[in-house]
């Protein structure tokens, strides 16, 4: 989903009989108050449904399921308010009897110690334990405030709530994915192969295109029609494209036209591209400038038709609301061992840069000549905060896993070209131990962004994919 699509959540209110309803008035009007202030639609009973609209009774918890259902398609999260102690069993039906596999994130107000008194005593404290084991028993997930207890006009309750919108917006986002493999993996990149069918049994399709047909599409177009003028003058605006021809630039205007359009036909929220060489070699362009304006463009493009790199990059975006960009694990730096250079030839979303210019790819150069290598971005990436994530699918024990960690952007400056950066990552050795015998990919998604526990919880917890928390200590 798009990272400014507003939210919508259910909100539950639980009570009990026994305990002052009064609390559950003043705490429904405080919730609403706090999740409209951060943008989000509520869905939840009317106040004049049992006390206040809160969840005590059996029949409350069938109506509010049924509530739910009627939303069941764009409810992404369900926040459950504890103002006094709850009916754990009311709150856990309601839950069960929607349907929904959606994150749950469990609020218990704290108690003032000077209105322990009956008519105002809440006893939140030892009801969300038990909201909590009813959860558990009945198999759902759920999430927790970081205090037991917390004030929801708090400012540690707003990072909570902030962390849970996020945690949705990535699991709501990871439902029904539509990717796209443009062109045959390369031949000698066994190391981006992986398998459809895991990926569909998460709900994550594939759909694929031969090459070929992206380029009789851009072939097809010729120089004056307007959306080739029109991508022509956004390349141009893009990065300082002064050191490639006119002619260049065009036919990747052409090219960027097609693959466009064959990504928005299929509604592809990533794709991954055949970038070298057989386009080189047919068309005369790199592809990269046009996959970075996707990436920028917040459809994560990636290269060597690395399909989980794509899928990597997507949810580093739903995760953070900015691009992601995918780089090799590229080299050493110095003798630093918590350092390495990473590095693309590139197409890296040209936020990524201090400064980006359009040149030649120098790698491939060599192979296909200089005329047909044109249109890749070189820039130093800039210093600052990161996050990085790797998902492949495992075809031994049948799951996607992957590892997740974060680290700097540093402000050492190598002599060298393409997209590139110095990172430090604490316990880097490490790391690079587990990629290698994990067998992981030589690419890795990046994001500058510090999102690392929302994409722990939204994937180990809620989609149970198996991580490798690579830790800061």
């Not at 494209?241 to 960027?256: D, N, P, W, Y």
């Not at 400056?413 to 587990?434: C, H, K, M, W």
Request: glycine share 6%; net charge negative.
């Amino acid at each position: 989903m798009s990272s400014t699509e507003k939210l919508e959540i259910g909100l539950i209110v639980g009570n009990r009989g026994f305990f002052p309803a009064h609390l559950c008035q003043t705490g429904r009007k405080s919730l609403l108050r706090v999740l409209e202030k951060h943008q989000v639609k509520v869905v939840t009973l009317p106040e004049n449904v049992g006390k206040f609209g809160s969840v005590e009774t059996r029949q409350e918890a069938v109506r509010c399921a049924e509530l739910f259902r009627q939303h069941r398609d764009t409810l992404a999260g369900i926040v459950v308010t504890l103002p006094n102690f709850g009916d754990e069993r009311a709150v856990a039906d309601a839950i069960r009897l929607s349907g929904l596999e959606v994150p749950i994130l469990i609020h218990a107000w704290p108690d003032d110690e000077k209105k322990m008194d009956v008519a105002n005593r809440r006893d939140s404290f030892c009801g969300k334990i038990s909201v909590c084991n009813n959860l558990k028993q009945y198999g759902l997930k759920f999430s927790l405030t970081g205090y037991h207890t917390i004030d929801p006009e708090s400012k540690y309750f707003q990072a909570d709530l902030n962390h849970f919108l996020t945690v949705c917006r990535v699991v709501r986002g990871l439902k029904n994915v539509r990717l796209g493999a443009l062109g045959a993996r390369p031949a000698a990149f066994k190391t981006v192969r992986y398998s459809e069918k895991i990926l569909e049994r998460e709900g994550i399709s594939v759909d694929t295109l031969d090459l070929s047909e992206i380029l009789a599409a851009a072939n097809a177009f010729s120089d004056s029609e307007a959306e080739v003028v029109k991508a022509l003058k956004s390349i141009q605006a893009y990065s300082d494209a002064s050191a490639v021809s006119v002619s260049s630039l065009k036919k990747i205007a052409r090219f960027k036209v097609a693959l466009d359009r064959w990504v928005v036909e299929n509604g592809f929220q990533a794709v991954a591209i055949q970038c070298w060489s057989s386009l080189q070699q047919n068309f005369g362009v790199m592809p990269c400038v046009a996959m970075s304006m996707l990436s920028q463009s917040m459809i994560p493009a990636a290269c060597e038709v690395d399909i989980l790199g794509a899928l990597s990059m997507y949810v580093l975006q739903l995760a953070s609301g900015s691009p992601s960009a995918l780089v090799d694990w590229n080299n050493n730096y110095r003798q630093e061992p918590d350092k390495a250079v990473i590095f693309h030839c590139s197409n890296l979303p040209v936020s990524y840069f201090e400064k980006s210019r359009l040149y030649i790819s120098e790698i491939i150069a060599g192979t296909v000549g200089k005329e047909n290598a044109t249109g890749t971005l070189y820039g130093r990436v800039k210093p600052g905060p990161f996050t990085f994530l790797r998902l492949t699918t495992d075809d031994h024990c049948g799951s996607i896993k992957g590892y997740l960690g974060e680290g700097q952007v540093t402000e050492d400056r190598p002599d060298t070209f393409g997209g590139y950066a110095v990172v430090e990552i604490n316990q880097l050795q490490s790391l690079l131990e587990i990629i290698c015998q994990e067998g992981y990919e030589h690419h890795v998604a990046i994001n500058l962004s510090q999102c690392g526990p929302v994409i722990e919880e939204a994937l180990s917890h809620y989609r149970n994919w198996p991580l490798y928390i690579h830790a800061e200590e």
